[in-house]
């Protein structure tokens, strides 16, 4: 018997529907909110009421893409945090409300349990146990994944995730939200000549907060011997910012592969959609005789094809939730 599942995301400010069919992704619908580029980054309210208005024709295209009617469906899967309360909310009570309906069992997911699980929708899919390296703009950690459901944490961010330190970067250089893809389309036309402090951080953890500041630090300065240097050196400073973050991750990724012995690393997350940092992450891996995993581009940032994909490994061991499901913000492995 064929198995159906519609998989919603609405974390952030994405909102997402995807189906997956018999293994395979057969949709996977997004409707973006530009309306926050306005505001330098994400107004969690606007965001709710966003979601509200895209949810029901996101997943009207998702089935039609899919050819799937929803009477076919097998079962119904959410994420359920981390993220914003207000866009969980929408996302949760959709969710609920049609598996009710339609008396389909319910799936919860957590959001970064699905980025690595990402690495799982195409070939070549690792095996177990494997590192990933998961990067996003709100959490940068390193797991050892034993299997579908256990992962071990072994480093994440003491402060502030990676994505944070482009985003931050972004509005330091009047760059228009969100400031990744910016920041990485303006690398690859500069060269890395301004050299940034690299973080004291023992162990496998991450910290960005001070790199942050002395980004800051640093443009301050130039600007006031040189009121137009950022407008003048704008590809260069991008390119040595994202050159440093980069190093940093990869750094500690080597760091990890060392110290557990695992040849088999991914990476997943919105920043893993990142140019510089796949590129780098590959030529390491060569390197460093790694068998390397990567997501395609539209499975790196927030999309519900990796909700689905996980989703399925939970069906598959009948692991639903009732009604009494509720969203949570800080949810974590």
Same mark, same amino acid.
């Given at each position: 018997?064929?198995?159906?599942?519609?998989?919603?995301?609405?974390?952030?400010?994405?909102?997402?529907?995807?189906?997956?069919?018999?293994?395979?992704?057969?949709?996977?619908?997004?409707?973006?909110?530009?309306?926050?580029?306005?505001?330098?980054?994400?107004?969690?309210?606007?965001?709710?009421?966003?979601?509200?208005?895209?949810?029901?024709?996101?997943?009207?295209?998702?089935?039609?893409?899919?050819?799937?009617?929803?009477?076919?469906?097998?079962?119904?899967?959410?994420?359920?945090?981390?993220?914003?309360?207000?866009?969980?909310?929408?996302?949760?009570?959709?969710?609920?409300?049609?598996?009710?309906?339609?008396?389909?069992?319910?799936?919860?997911?957590?959001?970064?349990?699905?980025?690595?699980?990402?690495?799982?929708?195409?070939? +070549?899919? *690792?095996?177990?146990?494997? %590192?990933?390296?998961?990067? =996003? &703009?709100?959490? $940068?950690? @390193?797991?050892?994944?034993?299997?579908?459901?256990?992962?071990?944490?072994?480093?994440?961010?003491?402060?502030?995730?990676?994505?944070?330190?482009?985003?931050?970067?972004?509005?330091?250089?009047?760059?228009?939200?969100?400031?990744?893809?910016?920041?990485?389309?303006?690398?690859?036309?500069?060269?890395?000549?301004?050299?940034? +402090?690299? *973080?004291?951080?023992?162990? %496998?953890?991450?910290?960005? =907060? &001070?790199?942050? $500041?002395? @980004?800051?630090?640093?443009?301050?300065?130039?600007?006031?011997?040189?009121?137009?240097?950022?407008?003048?050196?704008?590809?260069?400073?991008?390119?040595?910012?994202?050159?440093?973050?980069?190093?940093?991750?990869?750094?500690?990724?080597?760091?990890?592969?060392?110290?557990?012995?695992?040849?088999?690393?991914?990476?997943?997350?919105?920043?893993?959609?990142?140019?510089? %940092?796949?590129?780098?992450?590959?030529?390491?891996?060569?390197?460093?005789?790694?068998?390397?995993?990567?997501?395609?581009?539209?499975?790196?940032?927030?999309?519900?094809?990796?909700?689905?994909?996980?989703?399925?490994?939970?069906?598959?061991?009948?692991?639903?939730?009732?009604?009494?499901?509720?969203?949570?913000?800080?949810?974590?492995?």
């Amino acid at each position: 018997m064929s198995v159906h599942i519609l998989a919603i995301e609405s974390s952030c400010d994405d909102t997402s529907a995807s189906v997956i069919s018999d293994g395979k992704i057969a949709s996977n619908m997004v409707a973006s909110q530009k309306i926050h580029s306005q505001y330098g980054g994400v107004v969690p309210e606007v965001a709710s009421r966003k979601h509200q208005i895209n949810i029901i024709p996101t997943v009207h295209q998702a089935l039609n893409q899919a050819g799937i009617n929803k009477e076919d469906l097998s079962a119904i899967a959410v994420t359920k945090g981390p993220g914003l309360m207000g866009s969980l909310l929408v996302g949760v009570t959709f969710a609920k409300t049609l598996a009710l309906a339609l008396r389909l069992p319910l799936i919860e997911i957590n959001h970064m349990h699905a980025h690595v699980m990402a690495l799982f929708i195409d070939e +070549p899919k *690792p095996n177990f146990p494997f %590192l990933c390296l998961t990067v =996003s &703009g709100g959490h $940068t950690q @390193i797991a050892i994944v034993n299997d579908e459901f256990n992962m071990e944490i072994i480093g994440r961010t003491i402060d502030d995730a990676a994505g944070e330190a482009f985003d931050k970067t972004g509005k330091l250089l009047d760059l228009p939200y969100p400031a990744g893809p910016v920041i990485d389309k303006l690398a690859a036309a500069g060269t890395p000549k301004y050299k940034f +402090p690299e *973080p004291d951080i023992r162990g %496998l953890d991450f910290s960005f =907060s &001070g790199l942050k $500041t002395s @980004i800051l630090y640093f443009l301050q300065k130039q600007i006031k011997n040189d009121p137009d240097f950022i407008k003048n050196n704008l590809e260069d400073i991008c390119c040595s910012v994202q050159t440093r973050i980069v190093d940093i991750l990869i750094k500690k990724l080597i760091k990890a592969a060392r110290e557990t012995g695992i040849k088999d690393i991914g990476i997943a997350g919105g920043v893993s959609a990142n140019s510089g %940092l796949r590129n780098a992450f590959l030529e390491t891996a060569g390197i460093q005789h790694w068998n390397a995993f990567i997501p395609k581009f539209e499975y790196c940032t927030d999309n519900a094809a990796m909700i689905a994909r996980t989703a399925l490994f939970k069906y598959e061991k009948k692991m639903f939730v009732g009604q009494d499901i509720t969203p949570e913000p800080r949810l974590r492995l």
